[in-house]
């Protein structure tokens, strides 16, 4: 059972995401609803408790009107007003206390599913980036999703589409008072349901183009402060400026097409309300006229027209946000179908410490078809380090990228200790891997936390081991605040250099048993080469296993066995002094050329 938050409406920190854990189930596309509704059924109880008593409380208005007309002034009676104005306003408080009540709820539903939402959703939208290869803009959408189904949930409009059906009681109680009112109001109802279900049509594509154009905008956004320093350089600024200016202006067309069709509708619709009371006072009137009602009918007959009418002209106000949530569910749920959070497992395996394995594998890149490793098969050992070299899109980075499982393949097999991958959770294998990337990127925070890779169970020792093993413990005592140093955010800035040297500390962290450098010396000076190196010859030392990707034939020296990649395959694969000798064209004789 999922603890609900206190009364201040503020979400629990667990993010356990149990909501979104029976992928299977919510194919079905109505699970995660139903789900949503039977974990959050105590606010909802709130909600209908108060929803029933607020719109039952909504006749006072009326009843004091009636009762003034028909009997106060009649009557002259001041204590009769007196004690009528008294009761009402005590009923006023209390409808004010059940709509904050009833809001509340509202918004602690709103936070909890939130926080409920957040891990399952950032989760499957990093899996989908891994295994779809979309762009920056498509990699935002699902926090995008989130976000305006909770903004909806937050908002007025729940309370709107909660209030909907009492529309047919108020329409009841006019016809009590006379069939007349209660037909000139129905008739209204329809027209202004017919104004709502023309807006839910015309705001549904503008949404979706809404959508499309907002993230093409970020794309383009993103790809200008990546490519800062080179536009500035090469002149190329204001060519992507105006790319950006282009999908703006679509961004911009979008949203004030949705905003023209709700500024129409929505008026048009209050607009009708107004003049629907006025209908309804005109009929009372002939009422009255005709010895039917009497003045307190036609008062009260107007009021309850504008409060039976209230939800309709509240749902059409809040109906493009409506339809934002709705489409961010529907994308959500297929999202979370599609990329479930796996279940703890029972049986844990320990950490690898074997053989690395790869039998016939082929990969695509995310999104392809097309196959940049073909049948690659190898086998590294505990104590190995091997080499892959070979010309540029021969798909050396792409065999790093499956052998650390960042990549799934087409087909083939990929084990280690004897098991695949996915006999183990993701972080528990992930922690006896170390990667450097082409491209190492850093975390906001300290340069310990980075290190550690932000494991909140990391000690100094660990911290400090690493960075002696990268060769950077001096460096980082050198740094302004030692480990304490922030970077990123503006704070401390470190050259590519420096970079790698920092990634490499953190792929050592916690004595990894195997790990997978990608061109991990490409900015490094004579003294990082002879860090590295020294790194390699330690994972070596310890038992652990090595996987380099590189170009530069002095980074050969700690390795043990050298794969020749060509096209997507390997051609060539044995000890470092074979492979180099056949390339050299000359028998082995060790060593590494100068």
Known sequence: MIDFPGQNGRASSTCDGRLARDGRAIAKGRYLFLRFVQNYRARFAVV????????????????????????????????????????????????????????????????????????????????????????????????????????????????AIIDLPWVLLFLIVLTALHWTLGLTALLGTLVLTALTLATNRRTESGTRDLTIATGRRSEASLTELRLAESAWAMGMQRRLIDKTCAWDGQLVQAQTGLSRTMSKLGGAGRLFRVFLQSVVLTVGALLVIDGDASGGVIIAASVLTGRALAPVDQAIANWRSFAAARSGWARLVALLAQFPQPEPRSVRLARPHGALELQDVWVAPPGSQLAVVAGASLQLRPGQALAVVGPSAAGKSSLAKTILGIWKPQRGDIRIDGA?????????????????????????????????????????????????????????????????????????????????????????YRDPHLVVLDEANSNLDAAGDEALARAIEGVKARGGMVVMITHRPATLGPVTHIALMQAGRIVDLDTRDAVLARLQGKPAQGGVPA
Request: charged residues 20%; proline residues 3%.
């Open 48 to 159: 209908a408790v108060c929803s029933i008593l607020i719109n039952i409380l909504t006749f006072a208005g009326s009843l004091y009107m009636l009762l003034v007309y028909d009997s106060v002034l009649p009557s002259r009676s001041v204590p009769t007003l007196t004690g009528l104005f008294v009761m009402l306003v005590v009923i006023f408080l209390f409808q004010f206390a059940f709509e904050q009540i009833r809001s509340e709820a509202l918004l602690g539903i709103a936070n909890h599913l939130r926080s409920d939402l957040f891990r399952p959703v950032h989760y499957a939208t990093i899996n989908s980036t891994l295994r779809r290869g979309k762009g920056e803009s498509d990699r935002l959408q699902p926090i995008r999703d989130l976000d305006q189904v909770h903004a909806f949930l937050s908002g007025m409009g729940p309370a």
């Open 420 to 508: 695949t991958y996915d006999q183990w959770d993701a972080d528990e294998i992930g922690g006896a891997f170390g990667y450097v990337a082409q491209q190492v990127e850093l975390v906001e925070g300290t340069v310990a936390e980075n290190i550690a890779r932000f494991d909140p169970e990391a000690t100094s020792d660990l911290v400090i081991a690493a960075a002696r093993a990268a060769g950077l413990h001096d460096i980082i005592l050198g740094l302004p605040d030692g480990y304490e140093t922030r970077l990123g955010g503006g704070t401390f800035e470190l050259s590519a250099g420096q970079r790698q040297r920092f990634g490499l500390a953190r792929a050592l």
